[in-house]
């Protein structure tokens, strides 16, 4: 596992300028392609626990890290597919704030029609806080169910045979 991940840079976790901080709602919009807005691990629970009766999935990435870069298209492929049948997807990337014009060109160049956030580092239990014993190897997927339950947390990169066949288990009944 460790060798198909990235680990976290020294020091990106922390120092990561605080932004406006966003709304429920912004889970379920297109992504701003400008700016990128800073989550804390308390807001990705909320934006979780507001999506309930729907299956969320949160992926955190960075864009020097392989990996991540390789599993993205199929995470847009499953959200794609999924979305008008109960997906709400959100991406968290572990980039330095100082990298922003880095996530942006990986916004501009992949296109994803889900939000993408930054992830605020500033409390060094981020990590901890978003999964207890993570200590931030990238790329990292949780799935929760339609009640709010996580029922995934993979720590590698994911194919989209393997995320498609989770989250289709998990969406209600249309």
């Known amino acids: 596992m460790a060798a198909s991940g990235c680990r976290g840079r020294e020091g990106a976790a922390t120092a990561l300028t605080k ?3 966003p709304s429920p709602a912004d889970a379920t919009s297109p992504a701003p392609s400008t700016k990128i807005r800073t989550l804390t691990a ?43 049948k109960g997906l709400n997807v959100f991406a968290v990337s572990m980039n330095a704030p100082d990298e922003t014009p880095d996530i942006e060109q990986f916004v501009q160049t992949y296109k994803p029609r889900f939000p993408i956030f930054l ?23 949780l799935v929760f169910d ?29």
């Not at 009766?53 to 020097?64: E, M, R």
Request: glycine share 4%.
């Open 42 to 84: 308390k807001q990705i629970r909320a934006l979780v626990a507001d999506s309930k009766g729907k299956v969320v999935v949160v992926n955190f990435w960075a864009s020097w890290c392989p990996p991540c870069v390789r599993e993205f298209p199929a995470i847009i492929k499953v959200y794609e597919q999924y979305h008008d």
């Open 146 to 174: 339609t009640d709010g339950k996580q029922v995934l947390a993979h720590k590698a990169e994911i194919t989209y045979k393997e995320l498609s066949s989770k989250v289709e288990s998990l969406l209600p009944p249309l």
């Open 119 to 141: 992830a605020d580092t500033q409390d060094k239990t981020f990590n901890e806080s978003v999964l207890e014993k993570w200590s931030g190897e990238m790329p990292m997927t």
């Open 19 to 21: 932004q406006a901080s």
